[in-house]
């Protein structure tokens, strides 16, 4: 597809998409988190600003949605990559699924609230024993990195919600030049019902089996990468579940949408290791294994804020082209 064809799906796609509630607001908490971690900014922080997404986006099938189709991920690698991220240093702004996994919740269980949690004496609530350490420290660490201006949260559900909000976060981020940096982890459908051909109310059985012709969602990853904020260290993730395709496809999106890695991961080895597919070649990650508890994550992004911290170097020193 050329440019043009390109630029002209993008724009139908947001012009037709329903408008983001709270836009405004997004702008303003963005505005004032990447002033706040500017490296212009007179506190003088001057820290990178990692974008995390995590979790899948939704494609509905009517305006007023009854049904949709979804996306798989837990949101597990953005949430434990944002606590990595800041304990490397970096802001996150962490935008993710409402519902999937939150960063420094990852060791509570499932009901944290009911689980957790206690009445004493009829009156009070208390934290329950084998819990009490897990909450702590998650209150503690997600407190901390909240209140020091560190982690920025954005919930989107939709595919329209999350390619907006990309958008207003990558221009956002624009003034970071090459201290920003986007980690594109959350599954982002491949297709979708264009809300004007989509029906307003719930579709109805009576009708027989269901006819729906799909459009396929168009690539923002070039016009993130070269145009919203074409100097920022971008890093996306391919996804599959045929181990025969997915290197392949790992180094066709690198250079299609010059990304400057693309973490390759399978379904089901996911937790255990990934290959960062780079122009300099592939690189296997997996985590500790001789350590209970550990994560792919922790190397992962340890790898990748060394990377960022030479393409920092090389881009100030005018030895790296965009
Ligand atoms: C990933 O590959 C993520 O690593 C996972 C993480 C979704 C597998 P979990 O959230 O799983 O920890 O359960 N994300 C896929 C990203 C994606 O959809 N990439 C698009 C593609 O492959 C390009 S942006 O076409």
């Not at 043009?4 to 139908?12: K, N, Q, R, T, Y």
């Not at 329903?18 to 001057?46: A, C, Y």
């Not at 979790?55 to 305006?63: A, D, K, R, S």
Request: glycine share 6%; charged share 25%; aromatic share 8%.
């Amino acid at each position: 597809m050329d440019s043009a064809a390109l630029h002209e799906e993008i724009d139908s796609f947001f012009e037709s998409a329903p408008p983001l509630k709270d836009s405004s607001k997004v702008t303003d908490k963005l505005k004032q988190f990447i002033e706040f971690n500017s490296p212009s900014s007179g506190e003088g922080r001057g820290r990178r600003v990692v974008c995390v997404t995590s979790g899948g986006t939704t494609v509905p099938l009517e305006q007023r949605c009854v049904r949709y189709i979804d996306n798989f991920s837990s949101g597990n690698r953005g949430a434990a990559s944002t606590e990595y991220f800041i304990k490397a240093g970096y802001a996150v702004i962490f935008l993710y699924r409402r519902g999937t996994c939150q960063p420094y919740c990852r060791s509570l269980p499932e009901d944290p609230l009911l689980e957790c949690f206690e009445i004493a004496d009829d009156v009070d609530i208390q934290v329950r024993q084998p819990h009490s350490e897990a909450v702590k420290g998650a209150i503690r660490d997600h407190h901390a990195a909240v209140t020091g201006g560190l982690l920025l949260k954005l919930p989107f559900t939709t595919i329209f919600e999350y390619l907006q909000m990309l958008r207003i976060i990558a221009l956002s981020m624009r003034s970071l030049g090459p201290h920003a940096m986007f980690y594109l982890a959350a599954a982002v459908s491949d297709f979708y019902v264009p809300w004007k051909s989509m029906a307003e109310h719930k579709i109805q059985s009576a009708s027989g089996p269901l006819d729906m012709r799909l459009m396929q969602v168009p690539k923002m990853l070039l016009v993130l990468r070269t145009e919203w904020t074409p100097m920022a260290f971008c890093i996306s993730f391919k996804l599959e579940t045929d181990s025969k395709i997915l290197l392949e496809k790992a180094s066709t999106a690198l250079k299609k949408y010059k990304m400057h890695s693309v973490v390759a991961n399978e379904l089901l080895t996911r937790k255990e290791e990934v290959i960062v597919v780079t122009s300099g070649g592939n690189i296997l990650v997996h985590r500790d294994r001789t350590r209970t508890g550990s994560d792919v994550e922790d190397p992962l992004v340890e790898l990748l804020v060394d990377r960022h911290s030479t393409y920092i170097k090389t881009t100030s020193t005018g030895s790296l082209s965009k």
